[in-house]
C-alpha cells in the first residue's frame, strides 16, 4: 500500500509547478494548462483523502472539478482564440484588452 | 515640299523621296525586297505595288517618287491581289528548306509569304537547280537557289565598297547571283551583304548552323572596335545553351544611325566579339604571379589591392588606364586617382602597328573610348609621368606599384624586352581586364572586368558623340564592370563616391566633367549625344 | 432530392446493397474459375499486364527513333523545328555542316532527355523530314539516373519501328548506367 | 509492488509538470499536460478510483487536452516568448514565491497530516467496487443530484457563451 | 501601182552601195532637211503621222519631243537594229538592200533631235548585214554625209555600229541602252524615260530601222503625202515579214490599210497544197493568235488593236491546220522563258514554269488545272513588270489557250 | 508461487491471444482491402507477391509491404520535430492496440480450479476504457500533423481533432443506451446479458444489442466509423485533396499509420460485436449446449462450448470487419463541413434522444 501522504505531497508538488508555470509564462494557452495541472494536483489530493478516509464523495467532488474545468476550458479557449483573430498575437499581456 | 496622301492620311516630304520611303515614314510598311534605302533602286522584286491616283495598274513604290497631291492606297484589293501574285512568282523557285535555311525566322520571303502568300502553292514542276552552299569568300556562303534576285549584295558591292566583285549571270530562271572570275567577296564589308540579303541566299560562315534565330536575345549596343562606335545589336543565345558550342553571343548586327554607321559595319567589328567568351577570359581574381597565382573572392582580393595602394606613397604608384574602358569605369577611376593623390596617369599606349584606316567607317584607332579618356582627363597629372615614364621609372624601381586596365603593354610598339623588364621590376603589379595577357602573367593581382557586353555603359566616339551600350549576357565567373571594381577599392580606401549602377557613374560624371554636362542615360537614348565638337576642338 | 434521399441511409443501404451483390456475384466468378474450373466465368475485366497485353492503338506514341538515310546516316537535317515545338524543352541537337550542300546540315548531336519527355509527339508533327517517329512501340524503358533517361543519337539510330502487331521489334534500349557490371 | 508504481509514475508526473512549464513550444507543453494527466488516471487507478481514471482519460485527455492542442494548432503560436519581456522581473519572482509555497505546504503537510495521520488506523476499506461506476453513480444521482443538475447548466452555459464568442466573427 | 518607198530599190544590183542610192535620188531629203529648223524637222514628222515600226507603234515625232528642251550636253541617237522578234526579217533587208536610207534618215533625225552621236545597234547574229552597214558607214563618212561638218551645214554626226551579243532583250529599248553602256542587257526603270536619261546617262532616242528610213522619204515628199499613203492614225507604208505555210513568204511593202487576208491570200500566194488555214500570228510572235475566221483585218496599229491582238514587228506568220498550237504554243513559251532577261520576278519566274507547264501538257502529262493556271498566271503577272516583254510574252500564252482550248484539253489527260 | 507463475502464464496467453488476433486481423485487412475492393469493382487485385511462385490469391502483399517498408527510407522533414514525429505513429498503434483489451472474445473459460475469463483485461468499466484508449488514438494524428511541419499535415491532424471530438461524443452517447439496457460497463456482463431471449412470444430470439438498440446500432457503426478515420469520414487524410497528417510519413512509420488505421477497424469491429451482436453468443448454445427455443437440446462438453464461442466472435468480427470495408469502398466521402454537421447535428441529438427513449421504456418496463 501507497501511504496516502504520498500523493498529498505529490500534489503539492505538482500544484506548486502549475503556480510557478502561471506566474512565469505569456503564452495564455500555457497558464492556462498551468491552471489544469493545478486543478489535477487539487483533484489528485481530494481522491487521496477520500481513499484514506474510505469515502468515495471526494471522487464525486473530483468529478465536478473535471467537469468545470471542461467548461472553463470551452470558454477560455474561446476567449484566447477570439483575442488572437482581433491582435495576431498572443500574450497573457493582450489580455489587457478585456478591461471595458 | 510636295504633300501627298497615303492610305487617307496626308504627309509632308520632301522633293525627290519616293513613295516607299514616304509610306514608311508614316509607319505603313510597303512590302519590298530590292529596294534599300541605302542603294540605289533597282526595280526588280515588283513587290512594292501601290495604286497611284487613277492609274489603272499598281505602281512600284520604291521608283516612284512623290508629287504634290498624289494619293497612295497600299492595301487596296487590287494591290493586294498584285501582291499575292508576285510573291507565289518570288516562291516559284524558292526551295522550301526554310527547316535547314539559317535565315528561318528573320527572313522576309516568310514573312510576307504569312501575310500577303497564296498558300495554296500550284508549281508541281521540278525547280531550276542552282549551286548551294558556294562560298563566296571568308564570311559569307551563297545558296543560289535561295536567291530571289533583288541585287542588294550586287549594288552594296557596287555602291558603298565600291568593290564590285558580285554580279548577276545567266538570264531568265536561271539567273543568279555569282562572283566576277578571279574575284572573292573579300572586302572588309562583305559581311554586310548577309544582313541586307532578305532570304537565306548569303548566310553568314560564322553563324551558319549556330543557333536558330528565333533563340536569339538581343540587346542595343555599341561596337568597341574602333573609335568610330558604330551601333550595333548583340544577339545572344541564352536559351539553348548547348548550341553553337557554348558561345553566349551569338553575332553582332548593325544598327542604324544616321550619322555614325548608317546600316552598315564593318568585318573586323563584326566579327571581334569572339573575345568575350574566348578560354583567355579572365574569370576570377587571382593573387600570386605565375604557377603560384591562386583563385581568391572580391571580399578577399579587395582589402589586398586597397592594402598595397595604401602602402606605397602616391608617387610610387602608376595607373595605366585604357581607352577600351567605359566613361563611367574611366570617370571612377580619376576619382579614385584624385582621392589618392596620384600624378602618374596615362592612358595611351601606342599598338605595335597603327590600324587601318579607310573612308567608309573604320578607323585607325582600335579603341573605342579614346575621346571619352581625354575629355575625362585621364593624362598625367602635373609633374606626373607619361605611360613611357612610368614604365621607364618602374625600371629604375622609382614607381613601385603599376595598375594596368587592360591594356597589353609586351604588345605594344615599345621594345619588348625594354617593357618586361620593367613589368618585372615591379613591386606589386595590378592587372585588370577582361582577356588575359602578356601583363597578367606578370601581374601580382588579376582583376576579372566584364567584357562590354557583360555590362552597360558609354563610349565616346571619335567625333564627341557619347553613346550608350546595353548589357546582353551575364559576366563571366566572377567578372565585374570596371568601375565597380575600382569602386570597390575606392570604399575599401574611403573614398566617399559610391555609385550603385553605371547610371549613378554617368550622372556624377555629367555633373562633374563640363564635356559631359547635362547629359543622362535618358538624355542619350539610342541614338548619343555629340558632345565635342571636333573641328572646333571644343564643346559641342 | 426527394424526401426519402434526404435519410441519407436508406440510399446507403441500397448502394452497400448494389456493392455487395457485385462482391458476392465477382466472388461466385472466381470461384467457378478456379475452383471448378469453368472458362467462361470470368469476375474481372483485368488484364494481367506483362502476361496479357492489351492490343495497341495504331496511334500509340511510344519511344521515338529517328529515320535513318539508305546509307544510314540519321534522315534528320538539324533544323531544330522538334527542339523549338517541345514544350518539355527535352531535345538538344547541335547541327554541323553536311558534307553533301544539298541536305546542307546534320545533327551532329541529337538527344532525347525521356526523363523530361511528355509524350505529346509535336516533335513528329514538326519534322518537314518525317525524321523522327514515335512508332517503336516501345514503352517500357526505365533507367537508375536522370542521365541513362538520356538517350543518344545513336541509339535511336538503332531502333526500328514496332511490327504490325504493335509489338517492338527492336530490343529495349538499356542506357549505359544499367548495363550489368561484368 | 504498488510503492514501486507509485514512484514511478510520481517521477513521470512530476517531470512532465515540469516540462510543461518549462517547455517553449506549447504543444510540447500540452502533450506533456497529457502526460501528466495520464500518470494521475494511473494513481487514481492505485487509489481504487476506477471510474474517475477513466473519466480523467476520457474528460481530460480525450477531450479537453484534445481542444488545446486544436486550438495551439489553429493559432500556431511562434515566437510570443521570444521577444522582450516587459514583466521579466516580476515573472523571474514567481521562482522563489514558489518555493516559498511549496516549503510552506510542506510544513503544514509535515504538522497536519504527516504528524495526524500516522496514529490513525487504517479506515475501513472502500467496499469492494467503491471506486467502481455504481458506487459513484449512486452518490453523484442520489445525494449530489442537484449539484449534478447545476453541472449540467454550467456547461450549458459554457456551451452557449463559446458559441456567442465564436458566432459573432461569423456574422 | 502601189508605192514602195523602203523596197523600192531592192530589186537594183549593188543596192547597198552609195552610188546607186545616190542615183535613185538618195541623200536628196537631207539636203532639204539641212534648210529647215531642226523643230520644223520634228514638226514634220508629226505631221506625217508616222508611228514606230519597231512594235510598240508609238508616234515618232511625239517621241522626239521628250528630248528636254535647252539640254546641255550630249543627246544621243540610237538605232535598234536588234531584229529578234520571231517572224521578222524585214530590218534585216533594209540593211543589207538600203543601208544609205537608214544612214539618210539617221543624219537627219540626229539633226532633228540635236544628236552628234548615233548608235546602230544590230542584232549579234546579223552578221552579213552589220558587214553591209560598215561599209557603208564607211562611204558615208568618205563622201561627207558622217563626220564633220556634214555637207557644209556646220552639223557635226558620228555613228557608231555596235553589235549585241544575241539577247532578244536587247531588242527593248532600254535593254538595248543597257547593253550599249557596256552592261547586262537589263531594261531599266522608267521614268526617267531615255528621251530624259538615256544612254549614259543623256536623252537619248531610240528608234527602229524601219522608222528612220521613212524619214528621208517625208522630207523628199512631205508628209501630207506620207500620211495620205496609210490611215487616219498612222502614215505611210509598211513592210509584212510573212513566214509560215505560205506559198511565198518574204518581205511586203503594202500601205497599212490592207487586210491581213489580203496579205496572206493575194500577196503570198495563199496556202500551199490546197491546205487549210488555221490560224495566223500578225505581229511578231508577241501578238496574240487569230484564227482563221478573223483574218479581215486592216494591218495598222489600231486595226490590230481592235481584233484584239497587235501590229507588233508586223511579222506575219501563217499556220495551217497540220499546226499543233499546244506545240506552238511551247516552242513560244520556250522562246520567252529562254530570252526573258531575269531582272523582274514575275517574268524571270512565270515565263519558266509557263513553259513547263506547256511542255508537260504537249507531252500528255498535263494537269486539268494547267491550262487556268497559265491563263492566271499569265494575267496576274501581265503588267507588274519593267519592260513590255512579258506583257508580249502574255499575248500568246492567253490568246493560244483561250482560243484553242479544246486542243490543249485533249491532251490532256482525263484523270 | 507457482500459481502466481501460472495467473501470469494465464495473463500472458489472455493478451497474446488479443494481440495476435488484432494484429493478424490488421494484417490481413490489408490484403483484404485490396481483394475485396477488387473484387467488388470487377478486378482482379494485388496477386503478384510470391514465394517460390506460390501466389495464395495476394496473400504474401502484407508481408511484402512490411518487408518493403521496414528497407525503405525513413524520411525526416527538414524543419520537423523530431520527437513527435517519431512518436506520433507509435501513439496512434499503441493506442489502437490496447483498445481490444478489453474486449471479450469468449465467456468464462474453466481451467481445473481457476476460472478465466476470456478478456485481456478484465474491467468493471470496460466500455469506458475502449472509449478511453480509442480517443487517446487521435494524439498520434495530431502529433503527426504538427510534427511534419507541413500545412497539409497539419491541416489532417486539425481535422482529425475536430472529427475524434465529433465522433467520441456519439459514440459515447449511443453505448450509454446500451449500458442501460444491459445494466452494465462491463463488456462481460453486457455479452451475458445478449444472451438471454427476448420477452413474450419474441423469446425465440436472443436479445441482441442489435435488437433491443437498433438506432444505438447505427449511430454507433457510424461514430465508429468515424472514429477510424476512414472512408466516408476519410477528413484527416482526404488523399484526394491534402494526403493528410502522414503526409511527410515514410516507410515503416507510414506503415504504422496505416495498421492503427486497420486496428481501429478491428477494434470499432470488435466493438459492435461486443455490443450489438452479442459478442462471443451462438445463438441457443447455454454453458452446457443447445438448448433451442422448441425444447431440442444438444449438450456439449465446456470446452466444446467455449470454443465455439471464441469462433462466434471471431466470425462476427470477420464479418463486421467486411461490413466496414464494404461500406470503406461503397460511399464517397464526407466533406468536412458535412461530417461535422452529422456528427454534432444528426449523430449526437439521435444518441441522446436514443437515450431518453430507452430510459423511458426502461423505466415503463420495470415500473409495474
Not at chain 2, 320 to 339: G, I, K, T
Not at chain 4, 111 to 140: D, W, Y
Not at chain 5, 130 to 152: D, K, T
Not at chain 5, 194 to 203: E, I, L, N, Q
Request: hydrophobic residues 45%; proline residues 6%; contains cysteine.
Amino acid at each position: 500500500m501507497v501511504p496516502e501522504s504520498y500523493y498529498t505531497a505529490l500534489s503539492a508538488i505538482l500544484f506548486t509547478i502549475g503556480v510557478v508555470g502561471v506566474l512565469v509564462r505569456r503564452n495564455p494557452l500555457v497558464i492556462f494548462m498551468s491552471i489544469e495541472l493545478m486543478l489535477n494536483a487539487a483533484n489528485l489530493a481530494l481522491v487521496a483523502f477520500g481513499h484514506r478516509f474510505g469515502a468515495a464523495d471526494a471522487q464525486v467532488l473530483a468529478f465536478f472539478v473535471m467537469t468545470v474545468a471542461a467548461a472553463e476550458v470551452a470558454v477560455g479557449l474561446a476567449i484566447i482564440v477570439t483575442i488572437f483573430r482581433l491582435r495576431r498575437r498572443l500574450s497573457v499581456d493582450e489580455l489587457s484588452i478585456m478591461r471595458w | 515640299m510636295p504633300k501627298l496622301t497615303i492610305d487617307g492620311r496626308e504627309s509632308e516630304v520632301p522633293e525627290g523621296t519616293g513613295v516607299i520611303e514616304a509610306a514608311r515614314r508614316l509607319g505603313i510598311e510597303v512590302p519590298h525586297y530590292c529596294y534599300h534605302p541605302g542603294l540605289s533602286i533597282a526595280g526588280q522584286c515588283r513587290l512594292c505595288m501601290v495604286e497611284i491616283g487613277n492609274n489603272p495598274r499598281p505602281q512600284i513604290a520604291c521608283n516612284t517618287q512623290v508629287v504634290e497631291g498624289m494619293v497612295v492606297r497600299t492595301e487596296t484589293p487590287k494591290v493586294l491581289e498584285t501582291r499575292q501574285a508576285i510573291m507565289e512568282f518570288h516562291l516559284i523557285n524558292h526551295p522550301l528548306d526554310c527547316p535547314v535555311c539559317d535565315q528561318a525566322g528573320e527572313c522576309w520571303l516568310q514573312i510576307y509569304y504569312m501575310k500577303h502568300g497564296l498558300y495554296e502553292p500550284r508549281m508541281v514542276d521540278e525547280k531550276v537547280h542552282k549551286p548551294k552552299a558556294v562560298p563566296l569568300g571568308p564570311h559569307v556562303i551563297l545558296d543560289a537557289e535561295r536567291c530571289i534576285l533583288c541585287s542588294r549584295c550586287v549594288r552594296f558591292c557596287d555602291e558603298i565598297t565600291g568593290t564590285g566583285e558580285l554580279g548577276i549571270f545567266q538570264r531568265g530562271d536561271h539567273s543568279e547571283i555569282g562572283l566576277f572570275p578571279g574575284r572573292e567577296l573579300a572586302n572588309p564589308y562583305s559581311g554586310n551583304v548577309v544582313d541586307i540579303c532578305p532570304v537565306g541566299a548569303l548566310t553568314d560562315r560564322d553563324f551558319r548552323f549556330a543557333v536558330r534565330v528565333w533563340y536569339l536575345e538581343t540587346a542595343k549596343s555599341i561596337c568597341p572596335g574602333c573609335s568610330r562606335g558604330c551601333n550595333i545589336a548583340v544577339h545572344s543565345n541564352l536559351r539553348r545553351p548547348h548550341h553553337d558550342g557554348g558561345r553566349r553571343v551569338a553575332r553582332l548586327k548593325p544598327r542604324y544611325h544616321a550619322e555614325v554607321n548608317r546600316w552598315w559595319i564593318c568585318d573586323a567589328g563584326r566579327y571581334g566579339y569572339k573575345f568575350v567568351d574566348d578560354p583567355s577570359r579572365v574569370r576570377f581574381p587571382t593573387r600570386g604571379r605565375g604557377d603560384a597565382a591562386a583563385e581568391v573572392g572580391w571580399d578577399e582580393i579587395v582589402p589586398l589591392i586597397a592594402g598595397q595602394l595604401r602602402r606605397y606613397q602616391p608617387g610610387e604608384i602608376g595607373v595605366l588606364a585604357s581607352p577600351q574602358m567605359a566613361n563611367e569605369d574611366l570617370f571612377l577611376l580619376r576619382r579614385l586617382v584624385d582621392h589618392l593623390g596620384l600624378a602618374h596617369v596615362d592612358f595611351r599606349v601606342p599598338p605595335s602597328r597603327p590600324g587601318d584606316e579607310d573612308r567608309i567607317l573604320i578607323k585607325a584607332d582600335k579603341n573605342p573610348n579614346r575621346r571619352g579618356a581625354e575629355l575625362i582627363g585621364l593624362g598625367p597629372r602635373d609633374g606626373g609621368l607619361d605611360a613611357r615614364g612610368m614604365l621607364r621609372a618602374a625600371r629604375e624601381r622609382r614607381i613601385k606599384c603599376l595598375w594596368v586596365f587592360h591594356h597589353d603593354l609586351l604588345a605594344s610598339a615599345w621594345p619588348e624586352g625594354e617593357i618586361r623588364e620593367a613589368l618585372e621590376s615591379l613591386e606589386c603589379l595590378l592587372f585588370q581586364g577582361s582577356n588575359g595577357n602578356g601583363v597578367r602573367l606578370l601581374a601580382h593581382y588579376v582583376l576579372p572586368s566584364a567584357a562590354w557586353v557583360e555590362r552597360e555603359g558609354t563610349f565616346t566616339n571619335f567625333e564627341g558623340r557619347v553613346q550608350r551600350f546595353w548589357k546582353a549576357v551575364e559576366p563571366l565567373g566572377a567578372a565585374r564592370a570596371d568601375w565597380e571594381i575600382v569602386a570597390r577599392i575606392g570604399e575599401a580606401l574611403g573614398l566617399s563616391f559610391m555609385p550603385d549602377t553605371g547610371e549613378d557613374c554617368f550622372k556624377a560624371l555629367a555633373a562633374t566633367v563640363p564635356a559631359f554636362a547635362g547629359l543622362s542615360y535618358r538624355e542619350l537614348r539610342d541614338t548619343g549625344r555629340l558632345v565635342w565638337d571636333c573641328a572646333g576642338r571644343g564643346p559641342a | 432530392m426527394r424526401f426519402r434521399q434526404r435519410f441519407y441511409l436508406g440510399e446507403v443501404l441500397i448502394g452497400l446493397g448494389i456493392t455487395a451483390a457485385h462482391f458476392f456475384a465477382n466472388l461466385g466468378r472466381h470461384t467457378a474459375r478456379h475452383v471448378f474450373r469453368s472458362k467462361r466465368a470470368r469476375g474481372a475485366v483485368t488484364f494481367q499486364y506483362p502476361e496479357e497485353r492489351r492490343p495497341y492503338s495504331p496511334r500509340l506514341r511510344s519511344l521515338h527513333r529517328l529515320v535513318r538515310r539508305e546509307d544510314g546516316s540519321p534522315r534528320c537535317v538539324a533544323c531544330m523545328m522538334c527542339e523549338t515545338v517541345c514544350p518539355a524543352h527535352c531535345i538538344y541537337i547541335v547541327a554541323a555542316e553536311h558534307p553533301n550542300p544539298e541536305i546542307e546540315k546534320y545533327p551532329e548531336r541529337f538527344d532525347i532527355d525521356l526523363g523530361k519527355c511528355v509524350f505529346c509527339g509535336y516533335c513528329v508533327e514538326a519534322c518537314p523530314e518525317d525524321a523522327i517517329r514515335m512508332d517503336t512501340g516501345i514503352l517500357e524503358f526505365s533507367s537508375y539516373s536522370r542521365r541513362g533517361m538520356i538517350y543518344a543519337k545513336e541509339t535511336l539510330l538503332a531502333l526500328e519501328p514496332a511490327g504490325p502487331d504493335g509489338n517492338p521489334r527492336s530490343p529495349i534500349p538499356i542506357p549505359a548506367d544499367r548495363v550489368p557490371s561484368p | 509492488m504498488n510503492l514501486v508504481v507509485f514512484f514511478v509514475v510520481a517521477v513521470v508526473a512530476v517531470a512532465s509538470a515540469l516540462a510543461l512549464v518549462l517547455r517553449r513550444n506549447p504543444i510540447h507543453g500540452a502533450l506533456f499536460l497529457v502526460v501528466n494527466l495520464g500518470c494521475v488516471a494511473v494513481l487514481y487507478l492505485l487509489l481504487s478510483a476506477e471510474f474517475l481514471a477513466l473519466a480523467q482519460v476520457i474528460i481530460y485527455a480525450g477531450a479537453i487536452m484534445v481542444l488545446f492542442v486544436f486550438a495551439i494548432m489553429v493559432l500556431i503560436p511562434g515566437k510570443e516568448e521570444t521577444g522582450p519581456d516587459p514583466l521579466r522581473p516580476q515573472r523571474l519572482l514567481a521562482l522563489p514565491l514558489g518555493a516559498v509555497l511549496l516549503l510552506e505546504i510542506a510544513l503544514i503537510l509535515k504538522s497536519s497530516v504527516f504528524q495526524a495521520a500516522q496514529p490513525v488506523a487504517p479506515p475501513p476499506a472502500l467496499p469492494a467496487g467503491a471506486g467502481g461506476i455504481e458506487t459513484v453513480g449512486r452518490l453523484l444521482l442520489r445525494d449530489y443530484l442537484f449539484p449534478f443538475e447545476v453541472t449540467s447548466v454550467l456547461l450549458l452555459a459554457a456551451l452557449v457563451g463559446v458559441l456567442a464568442l465564436a458566432k459573432r466573427k461569423a456574422g | 501601182m502601189r508605192e514602195r518607198l523602203l523596197t523600192g530599190n531592192f530589186h537594183l544590183p549593188q543596192s547597198h552601195t552609195l552610188r546607186v542610192y545616190r542615183e535613185t535620188g538618195g541623200y536628196a531629203g537631207l539636203e532639204k532637211a539641212f534648210a529647215l529648223p531642226p523643230a520644223a524637222i520634228t514638226e514634220e514628222v508629226k505631221k506625217s503621222n508616222l508611228r514606230g515600226l519597231g512594235g510598240a507603234g508609238f508616234p515618232t515625232g511625239i517621241k522626239w519631243g521628250f528630248i528636254p528642251k535647252g539640254h546641255q550636253g550630249p543627246i544621243y541617237l540610237v538605232i535598234n537594229a536588234d531584229e529578234g522578234e520571231p517572224g521578222t526579217f524585214k530590218d534585216r533587208y533594209l540593211l543589207e538592200k538600203d543601208p544609205h536610207s537608214l544612214i539618210e534618215g539617221m543624219i537627219i533625225s540626229a539633226y532633228a533631235i540635236g544628236a552628234h552621236v548615233a548608235f546602230i545597234y544590230v542584232r549579234g547574229e546579223y552578221v552579213r548585214p552589220w558587214r553591209i552597214l560598215r561599209q557603208a558607214v564607211e562611204e558615208a563618212y568618205a563622201a561627207g554625209f558622217l563626220g564633220r561638218n556634214i555637207l557644209g551645214s556646220g552639223f557635226d554626226l558620228d555613228v557608231v555600229i555596235h553589235r549585241g551579243a544575241g539577247a532578244y532583250i536587247c531588242g527593248e529599248e532600254t535593254g538595248l541602252i543597257s547593253s550599249l553602256e557596256g552592261k547586262k542587257g537589263w531594261p531599266k526603270l522608267k521614268p526617267p524615260f531615255p528621251a530624259v536619261r538615256g544612254a549614259f546617262g543623256a536623252p537619248t532616242i531610240v528608234n527602229n530601222v524601219e522608222t528612220i528610213c521613212h524619214v528621208p522619204h517625208i522630207m523628199r515628199r512631205g508628209a501630207e503625202w506620207f500620211a495620205g499613203l496609210g490611215t487616219n492614225t498612222q502614215g505611210g507604208t509598211r513592210m509584212y515579214s510573212v513566214s509560215g505555210h505560205v506559198v511565198r513568204p518574204g518581205v511586203y511593202e503594202l500601205p497599212v490599210s490592207v487586210t491581213l487576208r489580203t496579205l496572206i491570200y493575194e500577196h503570198a500566194g495563199g496556202l500551199p497544197n490546197g491546205r487549210g488555214l488555221k490560224a495566223v500570228v500578225p505581229g511578231g510572235s508577241s501578238a496574240a493568235i487569230l484564227r482563221a475566221g478573223e483574218i479581215d483585218v486592216t494591218m495598222d496599229v489600231d486595226g490590230l488593236k481592235n481584233a484584239g491582238t497587235m501590229a507588233g514587228s508586223a511579222g506575219v506568220i501563217v499556220m495551217d491546220d497540220t499546226v499543233s498550237i499546244p506545240e506552238a504554243l511551247m516552242v513560244v513559251a520556250r522562246f520567252y522563258a529562254h530570252e526573258s532577261c531575269g531582272q523582274c520576278t514575275p517574268c524571270r519566274e512565270s515565263t519558266g514554269w509557263i513553259f513547263k507547264m506547256a511542255k508537260r501538257i504537249v507531252e500528255g502529262k498535263g494537269r486539268k488545272e494547267d491550262l487556268d493556271t497559265i491563263l492566271d498566271v499569265a494575267r496576274r503577272g501581265a503588267g507588274t513588270t519593267i519592260c513590255a516583254f512579258y506583257d508580249g510574252a502574255v499575248g500568246p500564252y492567253i490568246s493560244y489557250i483561250e482560243k484553242f482550248r479544246e486542243e490543249f484539253e485533249a491532251l490532256i489527260p482525263r484523270a | 508461487m507457482s500459481a502466481t507463475l501460472t495467473d501470469l502464464g494465464i495473463a500472458f496467453g489472455r493478451v497474446a491471444f488479443v494481440m495476435l488476433f488484432v494484429l493478424n486481423m490488421g494484417g490481413l485487412l490489408t490484403w483484404v482491402e485490396r481483394k475485396q475492393s477488387a473484387v467488388m469493382q470487377d478486378r482482379i487485385g494485388a496477386n503478384r507477391a510470391s514465394i517460390f511462385g506460390l501466389r495464395l490469391f495476394g496473400l504474401f502483399h502484407p508481408l511484402a509491404d512490411a518487408i518493403k517498408m521496414l528497407t525503405k527510407e525513413d524520411f525526416l522533414p527538414a524543419r520537423a520535430d523530431r520527437s513527435l514525429f517519431t512518436l506520433a505513429p507509435l501513439v496512434s498503434l499503441v493506442c489502437a492496440l490496447v483498445a481490444f483489451a478489453a474486449i471479450p472474445f469468449g465467456d468464462v473459460l474453466r481451467v481445473g480450479a481457476r476460472e478465466v475469463p476470456l478478456q485481456a483485461v478484465t474491467l468493471n468499466a470496460g466500455i469506458l476504457y475502449v472509449f478511453a484508449m480509442l480517443s487517446l488514438g487521435v494524439y498520434g494524428v495530431m502529433m503527426a500533423g504538427w510534427a511534419s511541419a507541413n500545412n497539409y499535415a497539419l491541416l489532417g491532424g486539425q481535422r482529425a481533432a475536430a472529427l475524434m471530438i465529433s465522433a467520441e461524443v456519439a459514440i459515447g452517447a449511443s453505448i450509454m443506451g446500451v449500458a442501460m439496457v444491459y445494466g452494465s460497463l462491463d463488456m462481460m456482463e453486457i455479452i451475458r446479458g445478449q444472451g438471454r431471449p427476448l420477452f413474450g412470444w419474441l423469446a425465440w430470439i436472443p436479445a441482441w444489442g442489435i435488437v433491443t438498440q437498433p438506432l444505438a446500432f447505427i449511430l454507433f457503426l457510424t461514430a465508429g466509423i468515424a472514429a477510424t478515420k476512414r472512408i466516408p469520414f476519410d477528413l484527416p487524410e482526404g488523399e484526394s485533396e491534402i494526403i493528410g497528417y502522414f503526409v511527410e510519413y515514410s516507410g515503416m512509420k507510414f506503415g504504422m499509420f496505416m495498421m492503427a488505421d486497420f486496428v481501429e477497424t478491428v477494434v470499432i469491429a470488435g466493438m459492435t460485436t461486443a455490443l450489438f451482436l452479442g459478442g462471443w453468443q451462438v445463438p441457443y448454445l447455454a454453458a452446457d449446449g443447445f438448448s433451442f427455443p422448441w425444447g431440442a437440446t444438444a449438450p456439449l462438453a465446456h470446452l466444446t462450448v467455449v470454443t465455439l464461442q471464441v469462433l462466434a466472435f471471431c466470425l462476427k468480427v470477420s464479418l463486421m470487419c467486411w461490413f466496414l470495408m464494404l461500406v470503406r469502398w461503397t460511399l464517397p466521402r464526407f466533406r468536412y463541413d458535412q461530417a461535422m454537421r452529422l456528427g454534432w447535428l444528426g449523430l449526437f441529438p439521435l444518441s441522446i434522444l436514443n437515450v431518453a427513449v430507452t430510459g423511458l421504456v426502461l423505466l415503463a418496463w420495470r415500473a409495474p
